[in-house]
């Protein structure tokens, strides 16, 4: 059983920084992506970044240029450092473990895996 456990959200101004990290134990090999997608009110959710065993990421293009998804293996932890964030970016962000991309094409499928989710709230 995956456990997946997020930290680092809060609250910044326009254009600060936040780095997101998830705790991830239990990892099963098969599990071959990892990644964050964001819930906000009312919004669709969204996919926000994801990277796979070889080390490939894909990322929303809301959010490229400004998120940088990474892993660390030797500490089982996924990062999302957050730049220039903006209003838009706030939302409930849930890290997420699957053995296939659907989850995050797709907003109606869920992850196998998904953590707890932690609050990121960017003010003008």
């Known amino acids: 059983q995956v456990q997946l456990v997020e930290s680092g959200g809060g609250s910044v101004q326009s254009g600060g920084s936040l780095r997101l990290s998830c705790a991830v134990s239990g990892y099963a090999p098969g599990y071959t992506y990892l990644g964050w997608f964001r819930q906000a009110p009312g919004k669709e959710r969204e996919g926000v970044a994801v990277?796979?065993?070889?080390?490939?990421?894909i990322y929303a293009t809301s959010v490229k240029g400004r998120f940088t998804i990474s892993l660390d293996n030797a500490k089982n932890t996924l990062y999302l450092q957050m730049n220039s964030l903006k209003p838009e970016d706030t939302a409930t962000y849930y890290c997420a473990v699957d053995s296939s991309l659907t989850w995050y094409h797709t907003a109606a499928a869920r992850p196998r895996f998904r953590g707890q989710g932690t609050q990121v709230t960017v003010s003008s």
């Open positions: 990277i796979d065993s070889a080390g490939s990421t």
